[in-house]
């Protein structure tokens, strides 16, 4: 961000910390960034699931935090 945050591409917005201040090494290894890289990318399941406007892709691996809560 434009103060120095660092927020991942997707997901909520919470700063990783200071691209100034901090270490990237600590910013990568931020809890924001390690559930960022648990996400899955485009999984199959986009095209038909109900809550895609919602959520961009940007699901869980575990399928039982998809929108129908249903391995595709």
Do not use: M
């Amino acid at each position: 961000d434009s103060d120095g945050s660092v927020i991942p591409p997707r997901g909520p917005y919470r700063s990783a910390g200071d691209v100034v201040r901090d270490r990237w090494t600590s910013i990568w290894q931020h809890e924001v960034f390690n559930s960022y890289r648990g996400r899955v990318e485009r999984p199959t399941h986009c095209a038909t699931c109900p809550g895609l406007a919602i959520c961009a892709a940007d699901c869980p691996k575990e399928p039982a935090g998809w929108s129908d809560g249903v391995a595709r």
